[in-house]
């Protein structure tokens, strides 16, 4: 019996690499975009060549959120810039969405919940991104509790699984593990802003230029690019 | 210093009154309603109505669940009719919409987050609704934990409470709170069905006629429709 899993798909490099985990686990794969007003909403176009390359069921879900707070949704709010690892893993940045992963993961839950998925998978890694709250593995656990306690299934005894397969791994580590599973890099997006080549200088491009360089990958995404 | 509570107002009976409680409370209330593809939209003119009556801020989003699994986003999937107060409360029905207090409340918390809002209120009771988990005193402390764990002013400590002041009440002291209170009940749009008059069979035209029966008091949405 096929054992589905709801897979977020934000377009990025670790939620791509989640994706193929959960696929080398032996799940069916169903992906889930979700458009909440980001910016960078280039991001959404990558998911979509990324889940049509492996020909898995993709939805799409839309659900701009108003009130901002963030820099990911307000062009007024400055993206940090030039900033080394070790500032970025102190405190919670501008990017900072507020609740976003349990927007999404109750998004997901629904979705898994009407499919009889067991699993989500979900791309969160806490060591290079320690200042986000949503991001570790006990607001994980507490997602669990909550779906236990609020969902049909839940109360019926049947468990969905929130899994993050990369929340202890660094990137370099991802990227390898990415390589490995014949993940399309190239394809993928980490650039906080939405032009058309990634800016290399805010947090994400940071966090995975270093990674690509720790793991000692040339980034095939700014090779494709001629960067 | 005021006190902002984010106030989920479908345009129902109990999220009204919820909303009044509220401003009783003495909280300076923002009312939320959301578009989550619900046949009934009609509740959201409704919810409008009422948040204009008493001039507060009122944010819409906009969230349709493309994967259906419930009467009430599926035209297929029958609504139940004519069931008694007690078949109502065996089982959960196929009204049920998976993880929909879950998203509401994850849209709740993150508007929260950012306008630096103390509680979320939410209408939800437990008695008439005894088979939607998502209802329940349990998953409301559930999710309280869970935004301690998830949110970036969880973490620094400031706690949002989730209150849902009517989970214990019956649908008669409902009314009659509401009453009290001054909700513009002849506003408020319980029926499941999106017709221009209620349908008076679905589970919620029927405890909303049972309540107002208990409490002696007439249905003035119905008088001030002539049914």
Chains 1, 2 share one sequence.
Request: glycine share 8%.
């Amino acid at each position: 019996m096929k054992r589905v899993a709801i897979c977020l798909l934000s377009g990025g490099l670790d939620s791509a690499t989640a994706l193929y985990v959960a696929r080398n686990q032996g799940y069916e794969p169903i992906a889930l975009s979700i458009n909440y007003g980001q910016l960078h909403l280039k991001e959404i176009e990558s998911a979509i060549r990324i889940a049509e390359h492996i020909r898995i069921e993709h939805q799409l879900v839309s659900v701009p959120l108003p009130w901002g707070g963030s820099a990911l949704l307000d062009s007024n709010i400055p993206i940090p810039e030039e900033r080394d690892a070790s500032e970025i893993a102190q405190g919670i940045p501008s990017t900072y969405v507020p609740a976003r992963n349990t927007i999404f993961l109750s998004l997901a839950a629904s979705f898994a919940e009407v499919r009889g998925a067991e699993a989500i998978f979900i791309g969160a890694n806490m060591l290079d991104y320690s200042g986000y709250p949503d991001c570790r593995p006990e607001y994980f656990r507490a997602f669990e509790r909550l779906l236990e306690q609020g969902t049909k299934c839940g109360v019926e005894g049947k468990v969905i699984m929130i899994n993050a397969p990369l929340v202890h791994s660094k990137k370099s580590e991802i990227i390898k593990l990415a390589v490995q599973l014949g993940v399309p890099l190239e394809w993928t997006w980490s650039c906080y802003k939405g032009n058309d080549a990634p800016c290399g200088v805010c947090d994400s491009c940071i966090l995975r230029a270093k990674g690509f360089q720790e793991a000692g990958i040339q980034d095939p995404a700014l090779i494709s690019k001629n960067i």
